[in-house]
Nanobody, 119 residues
Framework: QVQLVESGGGLVQPGGSLRLSCAAS????????EGWYRQAPGKERELVAT???????NHADSVKGRFTISRDNARNTMYLQMNSLKPEDTAVYYC?????????????WGQGTQVTVSS
């Protein structure tokens, strides 16, 4: 099992910044991926960014140049730095951890943190 604890959400004005954190604990496989997803009211959950245990990163087109995913391996903590926030970024943000085994993948989700971008 892997436990994920998110923090850092809140209310911010358009153009502002927030940093989300996701602390992982438990049975973390050496090969894994982590990511941030978001879900706005009435919409499906969508991928925001991912980072692999080897450091490869991907960002959704909608956030490229504004959001940056990173990870502090010593702290087992993943971050999402969000700059130039827009009202359409308003959503519940979830972190996800995927342990990659020889035959299976094991997915774990955080509890979600609300991000609201409004003036």
């Amino acid at each position: 099992q892997v436990q994920l604890v998110e923090s850092g959400g809140g209310l911010v004005q358009p153009g502002g910044s927030l940093r989300l954190s996701c602390a992982a604990s438990g049975n973390i496989f050496s090969i894994h991926t982590e990511g941030w997803y978001r879900q706005a009211p009435g919409k499906e959950r969508e991928l925001v960014a991912t980072i692999s245990s080897s450091g490869d990163r991907n960002h959704a087109d909608s956030v490229k140049g504004r959001f940056t995913i990173s990870r502090d391996n010593a702290r087992n903590t993943m971050y999402l730095q969000m700059n130039s926030l827009k009202p359409e970024d308003t959503a519940v943000y979830y972190c996800k951890h995927t342990n990659i085994g020889q035959f299976y993948e094991y997915n774990y989700w955080g509890q979600g943190t609300q991000v609201t971008v409004s003036s």
